[in-house]
């Protein structure tokens, strides 16, 4: 498959290859239009964004009108209609991470950078480039401030370690995951989204220690979840009191 990662404006081809794959995704569903999601990601791996013709191309395949796809494509932050950089880097500014820093890093980022939000560096031909973004709250707020790099979390950042960071990133360094994994190209993360996976599935910890803290303290206490009044514990046991 041609899968062109590199940073540019140019979309790539939506060649028989990639029907095929967009197939492959709707076999997997009983109701084909709930292909949809994966589908744009895929898409999104090949065109660097969700176009025109390949919203066209959706609809065909689905028997739907271009006005639901459009409909899905322009309501998910996770789509992207102008042309992403070869990494999107997404710093959450949710309440939590801004008043620990996220505002912080966020402002030195687009001056780092020269770039507002939702915006993307050039492309000088050199090195990779980066598509900015502030995000909303990704559940990770016991790590906060949080900066993710195509949907993988880079935990307790500063206005400096995010620096060094798209530094790395734009001199085509190799970068991980405060949480293990290598740091992949924003295609080659929607081909992931999309359901073709990759070999980093388990790198990484499930659960970080500041994730697991209140259950580490509920066994040191001997604490538990109080009892239900009925087997399957489905009531709220104030209600049965
Ligand atoms: S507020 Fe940033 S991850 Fe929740």
């Not at 999601?37 to 025109?52: C, D, F, K």
């Amino acid at each position: 498959m041609t899968v062109s990662t590199g940073p540019t404006d140019e979309a790539g081809p939506l060649d028989a290859t990639t029907v095929a794959e967009l197939r492959q995704i709707i076999a997997r569903y009983p109701q084909s239009r709930s292909a949809l999601i994966p589908m744009l990601h895929l898409l999104q791996s090949v065109e660097g964004r969700v176009t025109a013709r390949g919203i066209e191309m959706c609809a065909d395949l689905l028997g739907i009108s271009a006005a639901e796809v459009s409909g899905v494509a322009t309501f998910y932050t996770m789509y992207k209609r102008r042309p992403v950089g070869t990494y999107h880097v997404g710093v959450c500014t949710n309440t939590l991470c801004a008043v620990m820093g996220g505002d912080a890093i966020f402002e030195r980022l687009k001056d780092h950078l020269d770039v507002g939000n939702d915006e993307t560096t050039p492309d000088d031909g050199g090195g990779a480039s980066i598509t900015l973004e502030h995000v909303e709250c990704n559940a990770a707020c016991d790590y906060a401030p949080v900066v993710m790099v195509n949907w993988e979390f880079m935990d307790n950042q500063t206005p400096e370690s995010a620096t060094r960071l798209v530094d790395d990133l734009r001199q085509g360094k190799e970068v991980r995951s405060t949480r293990g994994p290598r740091i992949c190209t924003w295609r080659e993360a929607e081909r992931v989204l999309a359901g073709f996976p990759d070999d980093r599935a388990d790198d990484g910890p499930a659960a970080g220690p500041a994730s697991l803290l209140g259950l580490r303290i509920a066994r040191e206490q001997g604490w538990s979840a109080p009892p239900t009044e009925h087997a399957g514990g489905t009531q709220n046991p104030k209600e049965g009191s």
